[in-house]
């Protein structure tokens, strides 16, 4: 079935470079992605979202890419802090209700 | 304004015994969602409701799994009987109308362990 998906379960990135991590979609009638945040024993948190009629948003050090002919979505940190460890999760507006959630990328910032 | 509140935040319960949730939304949000977050897994919807009516239970195992969110406001979520595979973060997020445009906010969950 059609699934939101990453293509890599772990990231490790030292203090100070920039980060990115993928995602890529399958649902062509998705209109609208969200970046969350995930610490430990925390809910999802929201960082960045677009919608499908752009394909590209910045906001405080992160920037989203879309790049809907090959359905593909990043989400790119800028200058990562220890505070930026965490999980990272992709998901898809489907029907303008639910999200559908891909399974995470773990990012870890070394000193 | 306060954020989504949840309890318990840990529960440990032996298979077959049954086990509730409880979910208060932010204030003013008509919708509300239940996910359920197996370890190493994005979360996965359960349920939703917007007021007091379910909009979707698609993904919900009706045999074991039940919710209600009764005057439009807190909600609830039980399971009866638990099995292993329940083992997981339970999540209730809402927003204030039905579409994730205008903001979904998570609570920090219920972590259940069925042993």
């Known amino acids: 079935g059609e699934s939101v998906g990453l293509h890599l379960p772990t990231l490790s990135v030292q203090e100070g470079d920039n980060s990115i991590i993928n995602c890529a979609y399958s649902?062509?009638?998705?209109?609208?992605f969200i970046w969350y945040k995930q610490e430990s024993g925390k809910g999802p948190q929201f960082i960045i979202d677009?919608?499908?009629?752009?394909d590209k948003r910045q906001g405080q050090r992160v920037t989203v890419l879309l790049n809907k002919t090959v359905k593909h979505l990043s989400l790119q940190i800028a200058a990562t802090q220890p505070g930026d460890s965490a999980v990272y999760f992709c998901?898809?507006?489907?029907?303008?209700?639910?999200?559908?959630f891909g399974k995470g990328t773990s990012l870890l910032v070394t000193p | 304004e306060a954020g989504v509140a949840q309890s318990p935040r840990y529960k440990i319960i032996e298979k077959r015994q049954s086990v509730a949730f409880w979910c208060n939304p932010i204030s003013g949000h008509a919708t509300l969602y239940w996910y359920q977050q197996i370890l190493g897994q994005g979360p996965k919807l359960l349920i939703q409701?917007?007021?007091?009516?379910?909009?979707?239970d698609s993904q919900l195992p009706k045999d074991r799994f039940s919710a209600e969110r009764l005057k439009g406001v807190d909600s609830t979520l039980k399971i009866q009987p638990a099995k292993l595979e329940d083992s997981a973060v339970y999540l209730c997020?809402?927003?204030?109308?039905?579409?994730?445009?205008?903001?979904?906010?998570f609570g920090s969950g219920t972590r259940l362990t069925v042993v």
């Open positions: 998901a898809e507006n489907l029907d303008g209700y639910a999200l559908n």
């Open positions: 409701f917007q007021n007091n009516g379910v909009v979707d």
């Open positions: 997020a809402s927003s204030p109308q039905g579409r994730s445009y205008y903001g979904y906010t």
């Open positions: 649902n062509s009638a998705s209109d609208y």
């Open positions: 677009i919608r499908s009629n752009m």
